[in-house]
C-alpha cells in the first residue's frame, strides 16, 4: 500500500535513483492517522507534480437536481437524508465533511470502497449523488454521469463548464488530488535540480501529453517548490480536521469489509 511504498522510500539512499509517488491526499493523510511510521511531513524531497485533480460531486445524468444548490437546499430541508457515495474518510469524503461545516449541511454519506463502486452506485440509482476527482468522473462516464461542484478556487482546465464551491456559496472549501513524485530527503542540490529539470521537460513531451489526451488524464506542470509548500498547507489543513472531530480518526481507520466467497 501507499503507507509501506512511503516507508521504503523515506528509508532509501538520497542518491537520485529512487523516486515515488507522493501524492495528495494519501501521504498526508497516512501520517495522521497511521503509527509507527518510518517518514514524517519533512521526510521527501519533493520532485513535482503531473496533475491537479479537483474533487467533485457528481449525479446521474437525469438527475432531478440540475445543480450544487439543488443538492444543497433538499439536504437543509431534509437533514441526514440525502445521500452522497464516497470512496473512504481518506480522501473526497473528508471534502464533504469540511463542505458540510462550511454549509451548515448534514449529507448521509455512504462509503463503498472506491471511486468504481462509487460511480456504479451512482448510475444505477442506489444513491443520488457522488464525490470523486472531476477528471475521474468525466474521464470514466462524461455523458451518463453530470458534475456540479468542484472544489477548486477557480475552475480548472479540464472542467472549464463546472463552477466552483466558491461560485456557487461563497465557501472557500478546496480540495485536490495532487498526482507527485518525491525522493528521499538530502539529495545533493545539483542532482535534485536536474531531476526536477527532467520532470519539467517530462511534462512537456508531445508524446506524454497525446498519452494523457487519450486516457482522459488533466496535466497541471506543478514544481517541487510547490508541491512541497501544497503538502504542507494540506497536511495541516486535515491534522485541523481530524482533531475538530474525533470520531473522524475512526471513520478514516475503518476498511469496507470484503465479502466472504
Partial sequence: GGAKMLNFLARAKPDG??????????????????????????????????????????????SKYK???????????????????????????????RAEQALGVDFNLVVFGGGGPTRKAVLGGHVPAGTQ???G???????????LVQFAPKRVAHALDVPTIKELTGAKVYHNVVRMAGAPKG???????KIRNAWKA?????????TAKKLGMPVNYISGEEADKMTKVMYKELKDLFNSDP???????????????
Wanted: proline letters at 6%; hydrophobic letters at 40%; zero cysteines.
Fill in 17 to 62: 535513483y529512487t523516486i515515488g509517488s507522493t501524492n495528495l491526499p494519501n501521504f498526508p493523510v497516512n501520517l495522521i492517522i497511521r503509527k509507527k511510521l518510518h517518514f514524517t511531513i519533512d521526510s521527501f524531497d519533493q520532485i513535482g507534480a503531473v496533475a491537479i485533480d479537483p474533487t467533485s460531486i457528481y449525479v446521474r445524468a437525469d
Fill in 67 to 97: 445543480n450544487f444548490n439543488d443538492l444543497v437546499t433538499d439536504a437543509k430541508n431534509n437533514p441526514g437524508k440525502v445521500t452522497i457515495g464516497i470512496a473512504s474518510y481518506r480522501n473526497h469524503g473528508l471534502t464533504v465533511l
Fill in 133 to 135: 476527482s472531476a477528471g
Fill in 137 to 147: 468522473v468525466m474521464r470514466f462516464h462524461p455523458k451518463k454521469l453530470r458534475v
Fill in 187 to 193: 539529495l545533493p542540490k545539483k542532482t535534485l535540480a
Fill in 202 to 210: 517530462a511534462m512537456k513531451d508531445p508524446t506524454w501529453l497525446k
Fill in 247 to 261: 470520531a473522524l480518526m475512526k471513520l478514516a481507520k475503518k476498511k469496507k469489509k470484503k465479502k466472504k466467497k
